[in-house]
């Protein structure tokens, strides 16, 4: 008997160890087409191939065998042979697994289980968009973000906003790449190396970054290797840039009748005759500004693979990209070279991961002056006479004909921008992940986020008018050295009760120090008049050198812990509580504590729930919790400083005379300073209808209390006032997030995604005598009083001015209110009626705050084709054209002038011209002339792609060979009339301050040529 049951058993082990054939076909689950150069491979063995054309494959292997199935881009999958013949598997895409987790900070869960306001952006979207940086790329494509251009100039940065403009100081939103939490922003990351970007947006979700999540978190994850084949991917486009518009100015003819016009108004006799005027030479100097043509570039290569035991992914980039202002003689050029590194490996197995990530950046930078009125660039071009020429006979940069101080544009652009920036940027983090008594998970995280930068300027001997001249040359060096660190560690315990009750425990620490130092030199009276030679050590009269430099140091220190819990993956609960301790306070109030509480219900798992209804999932959520912000501009608010700044004094005379530089009291302490905290309550709702309609609802009110303010004291204080908290400000609005997907047929693929977002902005409080932030004075031209202000009951940064009801048509209609109006001039609004218009009439004309933001994408495959357009949308808000320099009477104008009043009934809105005399203020008061409609909607990017790997089949090597086309900034719908609607800058020295346009840096068109190669 023994003998026979072992004789059995030898033939069930032949058996499974015959081998024999087994055949079958990968497909996607999305399309179900066949997948070409997926791999199969059995599992233990170095056996394996990958699929033909059409996704068939045929491989011998024996009935125990385990077959693992990996093609980039897809989940790997593992399937038993189990004496089958035919095994056909349908692999599922990863951006769709990625969809239904959510990253909420050290660590993730389902979203189906999630209860926080969160947004994601993957990175096929971030990759569509060909764009300079991965924050630009994220414009438009999540609802309740705010992200604005602050100049179109390469490198440029943005303005993040996350429901709102939270604060009168730093509104930008904590960056958290890879567990790193990362200081000045997430410009050296390569968009292609980018897996996925969660945004943050309610207390709830951004809580576990307590000290400084009040403005919400960004969390970024790069690609990271998986288990499967080793895969190549090769990025590449090419593309040329042009303005896609420019301002329409007087040509020479409509500027001499102008001129002429305007003299005569003002009392003065004309300067052109008709005669003259019919031969007047005529110049486009925007002709010259502009360079269509200029390049833009990007080549990446990205490897990825590994095994059970370790992983990798592993990059190489760069961008480039030349200006389309000042690149005509390289002063605006932005290279990059990105280098970064993922790996994992299991130590013991099931017990013990190690890893890293790692990004490296280098950076030069070159780029013209174009914020503000003082060097604007592009401001100088647009006021220059077309009767002006930019070359003498010599080939010199000419002399202005109409006035000594009126300077050559193209001289001051060439003469004025010669500067270098130069930046190595290392973030990264190795980390430990130990897992010990089966449901407990122990992490250490140890990371840097070092930036070594240089720049450079120099300023040759010139002469261009009687007020831009340099008699002397000189140039700047300066250095900056910054190291940040971040050591966190956390214990994580998951457990279940009967797969009912599930609960997700963390507890955590953080530490984190950044220390910078900086340089500065000036030397004057170089050996060699030019930029290659511009360094201190040419620099010959040392008497005029001058040295600065400094160190700033900040330490962070925190404790935390999270609670998440669902019963049944039906009822939702999560808690979170985080103590912060920061260098920027003092003792009295140097720790804050930031909880959040939030529930969730999934209706839909309830018996009542009707499971063949239009509505197949439906979750609601509810938030409310605290955030903190402790990035004030100013450093160390809470203590009694000391300054040398302007104290130097002379002691002795003649020859005895000595220079001393003293000290004094520079501001006043307070001890009790305190935190920014950000309250708010979420309320909303996620479901899906007819299985691929999802649709997402949010209401919020979020309301920050506590800005850093500086009080008033008396003058007999003999020091500058202290800083308080004093300043809350409310964001209530809603968002709507809806999308589609479907595939007709085999070969019809169709997606749509669309966002809507609300907000109201209102100013609570400011505590000062007046409860205003005033803005300052001198933005669109010298001696211009405020314009834009913070101020409680109203938006931050608002416009304030003057209304205006009209033109005076005729004598009769001038009235005592404006003395020294005359037919033709602007009647302001006397709007508290005292009989004068004066400051008091002052209001609010005008809000660059949106009402709405949106954003709509859409995407389209048939066979081996694909067509996607993303497009972004502001509506409520408005803009200052302020770019004429009115205190120059012979400015130029754009054509809008020629609808100007010249008599009765000729025009209600557009005042008449003078000429250096504006006795009633017409342009030189503040009013809601300057002010106009900034609502846009923008073709952000359209792309049409063709995988010729699906065209044929001698292109087996690859399993994508993709050629596209694509422009960005494609068309822009709006009734603004400046370059570009979309305008983040206002005013360098306040933040808040946004939507002036004073001669702006327009963002260019693009059309670009691209290739995508995987193997």
């Not at 084949?229 to 840039?241: A, R």
């Not at 003259?276 to 990205?302: C, E, R, V, Y």
């Not at 089949?953 to 060979?961: A, G, P, R």
Request: glycine content about 10%.
């Amino acid at each position: 008997m023994s003998l026979i049951f072992s004789v059995f058993m030898l033939n069930i082990s032949f058996a499974q160890q015959q081998s024999h054939a087994v055949s079958g076909k990968i497909t996607s689950n999305t399309d179900g087409m066949g997948i070409p150069g997926a791999s199969i491979a059995v599992e233990g063995t170095n056996k394996g191939i990958i699929t033909d054309f059409d996704g068939k494959f045929q491989i011998n292997t024996t009935n125990d065998a385990v077959l693992k199935i990996s093609f980039m881009g897809f989940k790997t999958q593992r399937v038993a042979v189990k004496n089958q013949s035919n095994i056909n598997v349908a692999l599922q895409v990863e951006s769709a697994d990625l969809k239904e987790v959510v990253v909420i900070g050290y660590g993730s869960q389902k979203k189906k289980v999630s209860t926080a306001a969160t947004s994601l952006v993957t990175g096929k979207d971030i990759q569509q968009v060909a764009s300079l940086d991965v924050v630009n790329a994220l414009q438009g494509q999540s609802s309740g973000v705010s992200i604005t251009s602050t100049s179109g100039q390469p490198g440029a940065g943005m303005v993040v906003n996350i429901r709102g403009v939270g604060t009168a100081g730093n509104s930008s939103p904590l960056y958290v790449v890879d567990g790193v939490v990362v200081d000045n922003g997430i410009g050296y990351l390569d968009p292609s190396s980018i897996e996925r970007v969660d945004i943050l947006k309610d207390a709830s979700a951004a809580s576990i970054y307590g000290a400084r999540a009040a403005n919400g978190v960004i969390l970024v994850t790069t690609k990271k290797g998986k288990d499967g084949k080793m895969s190549v991917s090769l990025n590449s486009y090419t593309g040329y840039q042009q303005i896609a518009k420019k301002l329409d100015m007087l040509n020479s003819n409509e500027y001499a009748i102008i001129m002429n016009e305007a003299r005569v108004n003002s009392g003065f006799s004309p300067l052109y005759s008709n005669s003259q005027i019919a031969t007047l030479p005529n110049h486009d100097w925007q002709n010259d500004l502009f360079n269509d043509g200029a390049l833009k570039q990007n080549h990446s290569l990205m490897i990825t693979g590994g095994d059970k035991k370790s992983t990798i992914a592993t990059g190489l980039s760069y961008y480039g990209q030349d200006g389309i202002i000042g690149s005509q003689t390289n002063q605006s050029q932005y290279d990059r070279i990105t280098f970064n590194v993922n790996t994992t490996s299991e130590v013991i197995e099931n017990h013990l991961k190690i890893g890293e990530n790692f990004s490296f950046a280098n950076i030069k930078g070159s780029g013209v002056s174009d914020q503000g009125i003082y060097n604007n660039s592009i401001r100088s071009f647009l006021n220059a006479s077309p009767l002006d020429a930019a070359y003498d006979a010599n080939g010199n940069f000419a002399h202005s004909t109409i006035a000594a101080d009126v300077s050559n544009p193209l001289g001051s652009l060439y003469y004025n921008n010669f500067k270098e920036n130069k930046i190595n940027r290392y973030v990264g983090n190795v980390f430990a992940e130990a897992k010990f008594l089966k449901n407990f998970t122990f992490k250490t995280s140890f990371g840097v986020d070092m930036t070594d930068s240089n720049y450079r300027s120099f300023a040759p001997i010139y002469s261009l008018s009687t007020f831009d001249v340099n008699p002397i040359s000189a140039v700047t060096q300066s250095s900056n050295k910054g190291l940040g660190w971040l050591w966190e560690n956390t214990l994580q315990y998951k457990a279940s009760i009967n797969d009912i009750h599930h609960f997700d425990v963390l507890l955590g620490t953080s530490a984190k120090s950044t220390n910078s130092e900086y340089m500065s030199a000036t030397g004057k009276n170089l050996t060699f008049d030019d930029f290659s030679h511009a360094y201190l050590s040419n620099a010959t009269d040392k008497t005029l050198n001058t040295v600065s430099g400094g160190s700033y140091d900040y330490r962070l220190q925190s404790y935390f812990g999270r609670l998440l819990y669902d019963y049944d993956d039906k009822y939702l609960f999560t808690a979170t509580i985080r103590r912060d301790g920061s260098s920027e306070f003092g003792a009295n109030n140097k720790y804050a504590y930031f909880p959040a509480v939030s529930g969730g219900w999934n209706v839909d798992r309830e018996n009542f729930f009707p499971k063949d209804g239009v509505v197949k999932s439906l979750k609601i959520r509810a938030s409310w919790g605290q955030n903190g912000n402790d990035q004030f501009s100013k450093r160390f608010a809470y203590m009694s400083t000391v300054s040398s700044y302007d104290k130097n004094y002379h002691f002795g005379t003649g020859d005895g005379e000595i220079l001393y530089t003293g000290s004094s009291p520079d501001a006043l302490a307070n001890p009790d300073l305190k935190w920014e905290t950000s309250e708010q309550t979420d309320l909303g709702f996620d479901a899906t209808l007819f299985s691929n309609l999802t649709l997402t609802f949010d209401y919020y009110d979020k309301t920050t209390k506590d800005w850093l303010v500086q009080a008033s004291v008396p003058e007999i204080a003999g020091a500058q006032a202290p800083y308080i908290n004093g300043g809350d400000v409310n964001n209530k609005g809603v968002e709507l997030g809806l999308g589609y997907r479907t595939n007709f047929g085999k070969d019809w693929s169709f997606s749509i995604n669309g966002n809507l977002s609300y907000n109201k902005n209102e100013v609570l409080r400011v505590a000062n005598s007046e409860g205003i932030i005033h803005g300052d004075s001198n933005l669109l031209f010298q001696g211009l009083d405020e314009m834009n202000r913070v101020e409680v009951g109203q938006p931050i940064g608002y416009f304030y001015g003057l209304k205006t009801d009209g033109i005076f048509q005729n004598q009769s209609e001038l009235t005592a209110v404006q003395p020294n109006a005359k037919p033709g001039d602007v009647r302001f609004v006397d709007l508290n009626g005292d009989g004068k218009i004066d400051q008091n009439d002052k209001t609010k004309v005008g809000d660059p705050n949106p009402d709405f933001t949106y954003g709509l994408s859409m995407e389209v495959s048939y066979k081996a084709f694909d067509f996607s357009i993303y497009t972004y949308g502001v509506s409520g808000n408005q803009n200052v054209f302020g770019v004429r320099v009115n205190e120059r009477p012979y400015s130029n104008f754009t054509t809008t002038i020629l609808d100007r009043w010249t008599t009765e009934g000729s025009s209600t809105t557009i005042p008449r011209v003078t000429y250096g005399t504006d006795a009633n203020g017409n342009y030189s008061k503040f009013s809601d002339l300057y002010v106009q409609d900034a609502s846009f909607f923008r073709i952000k990017s359209a792309t049409l792609g063709c995988d010729l790997t699906k065209l044929t089949t001698k292109l087996d090597f690859f399993t994508k060979l993709r050629l596209y086309v694509a422009a960005n900034n494609l068309f822009t719908f709006t009734k603004y009339q400046g370059m570009d609607p979309e305008i983040g800058f206002g005013n360098a020295n306040q933040s808040w301050a946004r939507g002036i346009d004073v001669g702006y840096y327009p963002q260019p068109r693009t059309y670009m040529v691209g290739l995508n190669v995987n193997f």
